[in-house]
């Protein structure tokens, strides 16, 4: 669909291709930025003077920008080792693609239902078992209590009773 010599007209662009793509229309925008006007109207004096050799200046400060920038990148893919990596994940993106685990059934409010009630289930069952647990503790400690009050009184009557035979 293209005509050129990259991929058919059933192949979409590699990610190697659409990196490149990218840079260059980043390029042409930052170009378009940085147009000669705006250029000639930081240096207008400059410009009066000398418009042939203001043109010059332009011309060569946008050439080793772009140059510049075109390094830079070039530097960052062979860091990176992006060729490959662009080349490893356009392998992989065709078996994923063919992989229906995401969405078994196709219709993502059953596959998330089907994922998560046997999750929420355990849980549940897991937080019963906790507030039993809990309930036990309580029961414990209020019996605990009870029989912590009980001799409380217990002393006091002692206490009261030794006070007056005492007295």
């Known amino acids: 669909a293209d005509g050129g010599g990259g991929p058919g007209p059933a192949e979409t662009p ?6 490149a793509t990218v840079v260059d229309t980043f ?5 378009a930025a940085g147009s000669y006007q705006r250029f000639v ?12 050799l203001t043109k010059s200046i332009y011309d060569q400060f946008i050439s080793q920008l772009q140059t510049s920038i075109k390094e830079e990148i070039q ?30 059934s196709g219709v993502p409010e059953q596959d998330v239902r089907s994922a998560m009630v046997p999750y929420l289930l ?12 809990r309930e036990e503790q309580s029961r414990k400690v209020a019996a605990s209590v009870l029989a912590g009050r009980d001799r409380i009184a217990e002393l006091q009557q002692l206490i009261q009773a030794r006070q007056q035979a005492w007295q």
């Open 122 to 133: 355990k849980h549940r069952c897991h937080l019963r078992r906790a507030l039993r647990d």
């Open 27 to 31: 390029l042409e925008k930052l170009v």
């Open 75 to 104: 530097e960052v893919k062979n860091e990176g080792n992006l060729e490959g990596l662009f080349s490893s994940l356009d392998k992989i993106a065709p078996e994923a693609q063919c992989c229906v685990c995401r969405r078994p």
């Open 14 to 19: 590699g990610r190697a291709e659409v990196f």
């Open 41 to 52: 109207s930081c240096y207008r004096c400059f410009y009066k003077l000398h418009p042939q």
